[in-house]
Nanobody, 122 residues
Framework: QVQLVESGGGLVQAGGSLRLSCAAS????????SRWYRQAPGKQRELVAT???????NYADSVKGRFTISRDNAKNTVYLQMNSLQPEDTAVYYC????????????????WGQGTQVTVSS
């Protein structure tokens, strides 16, 4: 199994910043794609940012220019730097990773973190 452990959530004022971290451990050979999702009360879970092993990134329009996703392949850790936070960013943030557990690329995995609360006050 692959486990994801998140940290960095909390309460900030509008305009503030937070950095979320997600460390992966377990049976990992290669993490191909890492993602951050968020889910606000009464809304569906939405994709916030994506990063590949080659560091290609994609962002939701609502966070583009404010959020930055990055990864440290040596540490199996993905980060989400969140700047200029707004109350609309309040949500539970989840990290997700896909890859392979074996060197022959025959044992895929997908894992989710437990979620971390981000609350932005106005």
């Amino acid at each position: 199994q692959v486990q994801l452990v998140e940290s960095g959530g909390g309460l900030v004022q509008a305009g503030g910043s937070l950095r979320l971290s997600c460390a992966a451990s377990g049976s990992i050979f290669s993490i191909n794609v890492s993602r951050w999702y968020r889910q606000a009360p009464g809304k569906q879970r939405e994709l916030v940012a994506t990063i590949t092993r080659s560091t290609t990134t994609n962002y939701a329009d609502s966070v583009k220019g404010r959020f930055t996703i990055s990864r440290d392949n040596a540490k199996n850790t993905v980060y989400l730097q969140m700047n200029s936070l707004q109350p609309e960013d309040t949500a539970v943030y989840y990290c997700n990773a896909e890859g392979y557990s074996d060197i022959y690329y025959t044992v895929p995995f997908e894992s989710w973190g437990q979620g971390t609360q981000v609350t932005v006050s106005s």
